[in-house]
């Protein structure tokens, strides 16, 4: 990857070899700040999205019923809508957004993360498509060990 | 960091485990008394042959050592190509690994 234009977002003099400008790779932490201070998911999707209009269809989560650790619940989820991001967020800990997927020409949308909830709640996934919409999917879970949250 | 990736029948999966304490806001404020002693990864990307495969920008709530399974099109790159992982966290520090495509 364009190790530069990463460490140029640090102030870094450092010099590194000249990489191809194909590449690209979007750091929703630095493009879209608030997403992340967001406390509930509603608000972290509008500020990402500008809408929480969303269809619930075509988006695939599977988690455990009931999580025996909340310190590593884990989700998996997928799409085979052509997206532009995938966006992963729950309502268990004190901000909502868990992360962004950019999704490139070859990514194939198909992830599995473990993540931390503190205590039982719900797991959204949204889905971008290249067709301008939102799609989504719910799950909810129990935690039964109150888990490491944030 | 831990990273596996294998190719079959066009596609690339990829299994990737991340050294990194992932402490929260909450969690460095109960130690510290700090909450800006929080530090946790917040992107990793990978290539192969300089082209992106994944790109995610992460949060504190990902697990302690956290744990990536994902899928890429495998068509463009054969076994042996190098896939290279790199994440960097909140305080700047990064980390690099190469696996080759099996």
């Not at chain 1, 590593?72 to 967020?89: D, E, M, R």
């Not at chain 1, 868990?98 to 599995?112: N, S």
Request: charged share 30%.
């Amino acid at each position: 990857m364009n190790r530069r234009k990463f460490l140029g977002f640090f102030g870094s003099a450092v010099a590194l070899s000249a990489l191809p400008v194909n590449l690209s790779a979007d750091d929703y932490r630095k493009l879209k700040p608030k997403v992340w201070e967001a406390k509930t998911v509603d608000d972290a999707i509008k500020s990402l999205y500008g809408t929480t209009e969303m269809i619930e269809k075509g988006v695939k989560l599977k988690l455990p019923k009931v999580a025996s650790s909340g310190g590593a619940v884990p989700v998996k989820f997928g799409t085979k809508i052509p997206a532009k991001t995938v966006a992963l967020f729950q309502d268990s800990n004190p901000e909502s957004a868990v992360m962004v997927y950019t999704v490139g020409k070859y990514d194939l949308t198909q992830y599995f993360v473990k993540i931390k909830m503190g205590k039982s709640g719900t797991i959204t996934v949204v889905v971008e498509g290249l067709d301008g919409k939102l799609y989504v999917a719910k799950q909810s879970l129990e935690v039964a060990a109150g888990g490491c949250e944030g | 960091m831990k990273l596996k990736a294998k190719l079959k029948n066009g596609v690339v999966k990829v299994k990737m485990m991340a050294k990194h304490d992932m402490v929260t806001y909450n969690q460095a404020k109960k130690k510290t008394g700090n909450r800006d002693d929080a530090n946790f990864i917040t992107h990793i990307t990978g290539t192969v042959n300089d082209k992106v495969v994944i790109d995610i920008s992460t949060s504190q709530f990902l697990s302690k050592n956290p744990i990536f399974k994902f899928q890429f099109k495998g068509d463009e790159f054969k076994s042996g190509d190098k896939l290279s992982v790199t994440w960097i966290d909140k305080k700047g520090k990064t980390e690099t690994k190469k696996a080759k495509i099996k």
